[in-house]
């Protein structure tokens, strides 16, 4: 179990709406991280008790892009990298202060 299982926290408008509202906090996290290693580093990493881990595979889509160079039009397309979302409920009373925690 190494520390690397944990890419990035997911920062958007609906993820905060789950932190405020059920204590659900998202995470960007390695495709072969299970939930049991999730969970056990959450709890160490913020000092936190999880009461449940969910986890679901992104698929990457396509990325097209235009481009003019020298009077032609250029149009390529590539897919973007799949990745793995974990989705961490907190027991009562437990918050992540992400803000607090990445100056320490």
């Known amino acids: ?3 690397g299982i944990i890419i990035e926290p997911i ?7 789950l932190q405020e509202s059920q204590r659900k906090y ?8 299970n939930k049991i290693d999730i969970k056990k580093i959450v709890e160490s ?13 992104m698929n990457g889509k396509v990325k097209r892009s235009t481009m003019r160079s020298g009077g032609r039009v250029i149009r390529t ?12 409920t907190l ?3 437990e918050v992540i202060d992400f803000f607090r925690d990445e100056q320490a």
């Not at 920062?11 to 709406?17: C, I, T, V, Y």
């Not at 000092?47 to 969910?54: F, G, I, N, P, S």
């Open 26 to 33: 998202a995470f960007k996290v390695l495709k072969s991280a």
């Open 91 to 93: 027991k009562d009373g």
């Open 45 to 57: 990493r913020f000092d936190v008790k999880v009461e449940k881990v969910a986890t679901m595979n």
């Open 77 to 88: 397309e590539g897919p973007r990298a799949s990745w793995k979302k974990a989705v961490v």
């Open 11 to 17: 920062l958007s408008e609906k993820s905060a709406a």
């Open 1 to 3: 179990m190494s520390q």
